[in-house]
């Protein structure tokens, strides 16, 4: 337990205490980018710290500067504290480093102008131990205990086998949601969780593309977990099966058939791994952790013809994460959340404060220790050497990866969540956000008798100013035996449909941080989500260019309802080769801004804009667009 003497009450908070730690932090800021050893001091110690440890030292946390000083040498036995000298954001100091049970060797979350001892750290050997912020992973460090010498593993052991959830195939299917045990980690009482039809995820829709589908959606959850929506992600459906979050809603005891038409303009959707989840006004993130998402999985009988691998080599792979108590209990991060409204605890904004972080909104990040692969921890995966598909889902409520296979091995990526790409491209690395997807095919062949990881790795593309990605491995790959597999993959893979694109934006959806009286919240062009407004009206049948830009200081994977997107162009630019197929959810880093298309078909009626961030959505970043009759 650490202990909080130490521990700063900011329950009385004055705008004079917060005004002197921001200007702390600014000074810091300041010092660190003019003198460079400033920057390994921490404040209020005396000397900077070479190679000799010290007994005790000091970091500071805030979103501009990181972790203060980044680099810490203590002596064995030593003891630390970590301040958090930002007004409105959590930050967590984290091993990277996982014990044999794949839990961090310490993990403390500091509250906003709070401090904790990590206690944890006393008891460590001598070593190069990293750190990082789980809700800000570009927040890192490195803790040198002793003499230091080797890194300690982030390699869990993989001590339960990959499962698939059970698959319904059925034209009319009936999911009844209820609370449920279920097996998350590999030892010990398995998890109470909200599920669809018994399992986490829930079972796995796989209809052939084209053909509709009526899915019967039946409430048996707890009570209070209220009225709950479900929303098939990426999907094109009526209004009111959609999902909305505050309407068509399906109370306790009742029950709602969903239909999916699986077809855009009488033409089958493009085949490709989307997700149903639930949709619930300010309750999406809760609801998600706790178990209502499950993976939908249409299907193209060309594929096969195409020559990509399927079958026993096409894997559905659903990545979320979550974090456990000592007996596999879900932790419950919204325990501290008045529900439904919250975003009146936000501070106000202050002026003359230095960063716009000091007035970012207060959420409760729902980011786990532990990431889940189809609803497991660390699992493997015994697989021949030959050439698999894997339809990978970040369906984290909050936090992004960036996936890379162990030895340097490529993915050849040939489609995102939405359908193939027109070609296929070679990438050593992938970046997913909540609720993208990539299609990649990977190539086992001459890795016989060797194990194969799948992690994150910290965010390879160089950006300085978009969120990060933790450095963890997240599945193993055991590649044994032989194959009389002929799968490859094609030069050229499908035809995107040429589109007249208008040279007018016809809407510009701004996200940023919005102001009232009330304080400062997640906003699209400035405002609250509120579901009596109309944002943009849209006539059916048109075709129009939407501009999406991020104002703020934090990326926001932004996610557009109902119609086969393409980007147009992101940053003034054509788009990267992997971003030329159809989208739902794009990453929008601070200050970027992409251009996308899309004609509106088939239906009228209400449909959503939001980030997909599920604390950030919840918080109000959200927004509603209506198709009209056309005149
Ligand atoms: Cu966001």
């Not at 980018?33 to 710290?49: D, I, K, R, Y």
């Not at 085949?271 to 249409?298: E, K, S």
């Not at 969540?417 to 609720?435: C, Y």
């Not at 990267?576 to 970027?592: A, I, M």
Request: hydrophobic content about 35%.
């Amino acid at each position: 337990m650490p202990h909080n003497h130490r521990m700063r009450s900011w329950g009385e908070r004055s705008i004079g205490a917060v005004a002197t730690v921001a200007v702390g932090a600014a000074m810091a800021l300041l010092l660190s980018s003019t003198n460079p050893s400033a920057a390994l001091t921490p404040p209020g110690s005396g000397a900077v710290q070479q190679a000799a440890g010290v007994d005790h030292a000091d970091i500071h946390a805030t979103l501009s500067t990181g972790f203060v000083p980044k680099t810490v040498d203590l002596n064995p036995g030593g003891t630390l504290t970590v301040y958090n000298d930002d007004p409105v954001n959590p930050h967590t100091f984290t091993s990277v480093a996982v014990n044999g049970q794949g839990d961090p060797l310490f993990d403390v979350e500091v509250p906003p102008g709070e401090s904790r001892d990590i206690s944890a750290v006393s008891g460590l050997g001598d070593g190069t131990y990293a750190f990082f912020c789980r809700i800000h992973p570009e927040m890192t460090g490195t803790l040198t205990v002793g003499t230091g010498g080797p890194v300690p593993t982030n390699v869990p052991k993989f001590q339960q086998p990959l499962v698939q959830p059970p698959r319904l195939t059925g034209k009319h299917l009936r999911i009844v949601m209820r609370k449920k045990k279920v097996r998350v980690l590999p030892h010990g009482p398995r998890t109470p969780m909200w599920t669809y039809g018994g399992s986490f995820p829930g079972p796995t829709i796989v209809r052939r593309t084209g053909r509709d589908t009526k899915v019967t959606f039946v409430n048996h959850l707890p009570r209070k977990v209220g009225a709950v929506t479900v929303h098939q992600h990426g999907g094109h459906q009526a209004s009111k099966y959609d999902g909305q979050p505050m309407d068509h809603l399906i109370r306790h005891g009742h029950q709602l058939t969903y239909d999916y038409p699986l077809v855009d303009a009488g033409t089958p959707l493009p085949a490709a791994l989307r997700f149903y989840h639930d949709h619930r006004m300010h309750r999406t993130a809760r609801n998600n952790w706790f178990g209502l998402q499950g993976m939908f999985l249409t299907t193209d009988p060309k594929d096969a013809r195409r020559g990509l691998p399927h079958g026993k080599y096409d894997l559905p792979l659903m990545f979320t994460d979550r974090s456990f108590t000592a007996t596999n209990r879900l932790r419950n991060p919204f325990r501290h959340t008045s529900m439904p409204m919250r975003a009146g605890r936000s501070m106000p904004p202050m002026a003359g404060m230095p960063t716009l972080a000091a007035t970012d909104p207060m959420t409760t990040p729902s980011v786990g220790t532990k990431v889940l692969v189809n609803g497991r921890f660390a699992p493997y995966r015994y697989v021949e050497p030959g050439r698999y598909r894997l339809q990978i889902l970040n369906a984290s409520p909050f936090s992004s990866y960036d996936f890379s296979l162990s030895d340097g091995r490529p993915f050849v990526q040939i489609g995102t969540g939405s359908g193939l790409l027109p070609e296929p491209v070679t990438r050593q690395d992938i970046l997913l956000g909540p609720a993208q997807r990539a299609d990649v095919v990977v190539d086992f062949r001459g890795l016989e008798d060797t194990d194969v990881l799948l992690s994150s790795i910290p965010r390879a593309d160089g950006s300085t100013t978009g969120i990060g990605t933790r450095d963890a491995a997240l599945m193993q790959f055991r590649v044994r035996g032989t194959t009389q597999q002929s799968a490859h993959v094609p030069a050229t893979l499908t035809r995107i449909a040429p589109m007249r694109i208008p040279r007018q934006v016809a809407m510009t959806w701004t996200f940023g941080v919005g102001h009232d009286r009330h304080g400062s919240f997640w906003a699209i062009n400035g405002k609250r989500f509120d579901p009596t407004r109309v944002d943009h009206r849209v006539p059916l049948g048109s075709t129009e260019l939407w501009k999406l830009r991020n104002t703020s200081d934090l990326t926001h994977y932004v996610h557009l309802h109902e119609e086969l997107w393409r980007t147009v162009r992101r940053d003034g630019r054509r788009p990267p080769p992997w971003e030329r197929g159809y989208e739902d959810t794009w990453r929008l880093d601070p200050g970027e801004t992409v251009l996308v298309a899309a004609r509106f078909t088939d239906f009228t009626g209400d449909f959503m804009v939001h980030c997909h961030m599920l604390d950030h959505e919840d918080d109000s970043m959200m927004a509603t667009f209506k198709v009209v009759p056309k005149k």
